[in-house]
Each structure stands twice: as structure tokens, then as C-alpha cells.
């Protein structure tokens, strides 16, 4: 399909964690037009993070991201899924249409949230956080990541058996208006021959991660379009394999984005920081107050025993977790959710399997609460258990993050508005 749509790229396999990050922190941003990882939710984060690094990261945060889903999670790929209208769908004809949205190559404004924690590192999340029921499975079932997404099915099970709560405070900073979530109705219609009715909005080149699967990482950056171009800079990485140039090059954003300043944009290219002085930059937190200081007075606090927590800002937790059919990749808004102890392990399981159609909000559940907010802040006072950020596990203790409305731009095949006829 790639082949087909002229896409020309460079494959580049990451050999370590933290490959990506390093990659992107040191690449001339003059040649590349975006940048596409195959795997599952990680490899998206390492590159999120890496850009976040960079001194000049208001520009390099607008490179076109994508994702071409080979993880066992693939929780974005099923939210660019459903954001254009397909049916909820696993492995393969998951893939198929994230690369066919990809080939159309319209962006939208992406939403990050800020986290910070208790050893003051900050990192940039465009995910979820979890604590409790839903990160000990995340991590727990790691042991059984051969499975692919069953490891979920059997992580859940063996946890269900020893349920644990955890004691903690849960404060947060309510959205405006927020007076309950209501499901977004989309619809798309097709058209004659089958293809979708998408506005061309490609990019101006394009970059694809076309790695085989979540053990062959890869990353990579597009062939060069002329001779009149620039030789690659000596920070680029040098590509694994390679692809000669062709016709095809995604379109420049919608004027809409370019308005907004979201395009990509030319720069010279930053040195790279070793790790050991790596620093994350980024826009200021606005909403959160140091960790070892209370919470503005404006902000909302409960303490109990919890089941779980979960910030998550887009619609699903994975491909078959449809855990916030109302958010949007740009609605500016953290979906926060927790379950309180005392629910039963029967109603936990309702809860999560009325969870793959998203129709978990309707059975009204005295354990579980719902609101839209703008920054949270989780201190645990249960000595043992476990924090992850976008499904990788942190170190635990008082954790704390905000929105950023629209930072980053992401690859979603189709135009941000609403089509209602073709």
C-alpha cells in the first residue's frame, strides 16, 4: 500500500532503549517531514520525549508524528482508527487502515500532558497515567508479552484473583463547565469505490518507522527529493536500508494549521545532549504547584482507598479498550477516572468488559466517578505498588501532570472536521 501511494523513506532500526529519543534529539529537522514509528505505544513516547529535549522544541514538537501499530497495546493506533470512523479492529486490519490513513497523511493538533515527579523529572505524556488495578496488569503481564493483547486477558485474571486497593489522595483541577461526559457521535460515509473521503493534506515530504514488529523496531527518514537539496547533515542517522525518491510527498498542512503555526518548519539542526545532561524543556506548568506543596484552593481532593486510577487523554487504553469514547486527540482535556474500593470483582468485571465497546458509562456504578479535568496530582499513601506513564512503569510516589492543548501534531489520515457527506 506504501509502495502504491509513492511513499519514499529510509529505515533506520533502533538497537536500544532510548534509541529513538537520542535519534531525534540530534537529526536536522531540514530533512525530515515526519516521523513514523511501528511498534506499539513506547517507541512513540521515546520520540515524543527526544523532541521535548531539544532546545528547539516549539519547532521540533510540530513534526508530523504516526504510528503504525505492531505492539501488543496499540492504543493510539486504535484512536486514529476510530477517529476516522472504522470499526473497532485488532492486528492486521488494525494495521491496514492505520496505513491507509497514513498514505492520505492529513495531521491534527495533538494534546501532551506534562508529568512531573517526585525526584522532580519531567516527561511529556500523550496517553494515560495509571495507578492500581490497571497498571499492575500493564507491567505484571510484561511476562507474557508473547501472547501479544491476550497478555492483557490473562493479566486481568490473575490480578482479579488477588485484588488489591491502595490508600492515596486524588486531587484535581475540574474542566470548565464539566458536567459529565457525553459520547461524540462521528460518522463517515464512503465512497463509491471504497475510499475514504478525505481532503489531501499531506506533508510537504514524509517519514515513515517501517519496522516489522515490536522486537524490529525501526525508524527512519525520507530519501532526499532532488539533487538540489541538502546532503543529509552528519547529525542525521544514517538509514538501514533504503528506497529511491518518487513522485509522491505528503501535501503542506491546511491553512487552518499553518495559521496556527502547527507546519513543520526548517532548522538547523541542535547537538545532541548525553544522556547524563539531558534536559526536558517544554511549555511552563501553569495549573500545578510543586509536589511538595498543597494544591491551589481551586482544586478538588479525595482521599480513599482506590482500585485504580487512570488519566487518559485519548479514546482508547488499547486497541480493544474503547476506555474514553468522548475524547478528542485536541479537546484539551485529561479524562480522569477511578474506581473506589469496595467495588466486587463480578461488577470490575462488567466494568472492563463493557469497556471493549465503550458502553461502560451506562451501567452507573457508585465505585466508579468520571470527570474531565485540566491537571491531576496522585500521592500515594500505599507504600508498594505501581505508577506507569503511556504503559511504561515509573518510579513510584507522588505524581502530578497538566494539559497542553494542542502542543504536537499527530498523523491521522483525515482532515480535523467533520464530514458529514461525500
Known amino acids: 500500500m506504501i509502495t502504491e501511494a509513492d511513499v519514499s523513506f529510509n529505515l ?4 536500544r532503549q532510548n534509541h529513538a529519543r537520542e535519534l531525534v534529539q540530534s537529526i536536522s529537522l531540514a530533512e525530515w517531514d515526519g516521523i513514523v514509528a511501528i511498534s506499539g505505544d513506547g517507541l ?15 519547532e521540533a514538537i510540530k513534526m508530523p508524528l504516526g504510528i503504525l501499530p505492531c505492539g501488543s497495546g496499540n492504543a493510539v493506533a486504535a484512536a486514529i482508527n476510530f477517529n476516522a470512523g472504522f470499526d473497532q479492529t485488532l492486528g492486521q486490519e488494525l494495521l491496514t487502515n492505520c496505513t491507509l490513513l497514513l498514505c492520505h497523511g492529513a495531521v491534527s493538533p495533538l494534546d501532551l500532558v506534562s508529568i512531573t515527579t517526585s525526584s522532580g523529572s519531567r516527561s511529556f505524556s500523550f496517553l494515560s497515567v495509571a495507578w492500581g488495578f490497571i497498571s499492575d496488569v500493564d507491567i505484571e503481564s510484561e511476562k507474557y508479552r508473547h501472547m501479544g493483547s491476550a497478555r492483557f486477558t490473562l493479566g486481568t485474571m490473575v490480578r482479579l484473583a488477588s485484588l488489591n486497593t491502595y490508600r492515596g489522595r486524588l486531587s484535581y483541577l475540574p474542566a470548565p463547565d464539566s458536567t459529565g461526559h457525553r459520547p461524540i457521535l462521528r460518522s463517515i460515509t464512503m465512497a463509491a469505490n471504497g475510499s475514504l473521503p478525505f481532503q489531501r493534506m499531506p506533508l510537504h515530504r514524509t517519514v515513515s518507522d517501517m519496522g516489522l514488529c515490536e522486537e524490529r523496531r525501526t525508524f527512519c527518514y525520507r530519501g532526499l527529493e532532488s539533487a538540489d537539496e541538502p546532503a543529509p ?3 542525521s542517522p544514517p538509514p538501514s536500508s ?4 518518487s513522485a509522491f510527498s505528503f501535501e503542506t498542512l491546511s491553512e487552518q494549521l499553518v495559521a496556527d503555526g502547527l507546519g513543520a518548519q526548517e532548522v538547523a539542526a541542535p547537538t545532541s545532549l548525553p544522556s547524563s545532561t539531558r534536559q526536558m524543556r517544554g511549555p511552563p506548568d501553569n495549573f500545578l504547584a510543586p509536589l511538595d506543596q498543597p494544591v491551589p484552593k481551586s482544586w478538588v481532593t479525595v482521599e480513599d482507598d482506590f482500585v485504580l486510577v487512570l488519566a ?23 479524562h480522569l477516572a477511578y474506581v473506589k474500593a469496595g467495588i466486587s470483582r463480578a461488577a470490575l468485571i462488567r466494568l472492563f468488559l463493557a469497556m471493549e465497546k465503550g458502553t ?23 507504600h508498594k505498588g505501581i505508577i506507569t506513564v503511556d504503559g511504561e512503569r515509573v518510579e513510584y510516589g507522588p505524581i502530578q501532570g497538566q494539559i497542553h492543548h494542542g502542543v504536537a501534531n499527530l498523523i491521522t489520515g483525515i482532515s480535523p472536521v467533520k464530514i458529514t457527506k461525500f
Open 44 to 58: 512513540l513516547y521515546e520520540v515524543i520525549n527526544g523532541l521535548m529535549e531539544r532546545p528547539d522544541w516549539e
Open 312 to 334: 487518559i487523554y485519548q479514546t482508547h487504553l488499547g486497541a480493544d479498550l474503547f476506555a474514553a469514547p468522548f475524547a478528542c486527540f485536541n479537546d484539551g482535556l485529561i
Open 233 to 235: 547533515s552528519p547529525n
Open 242 to 245: 533504503g528506497f529511491p525518491t
Open 12 to 15: 533506520i532500526q533502533t538497537e
Open 360 to 382: 461502560h458509562f451506562e451501567q452507573g456504578c457508585p465505585h466508579v466517578t468520571n470527570i474531565p479535568v485540566r491537571a491531576f496530582r496522585i500521592e500515594p499513601l500505599t
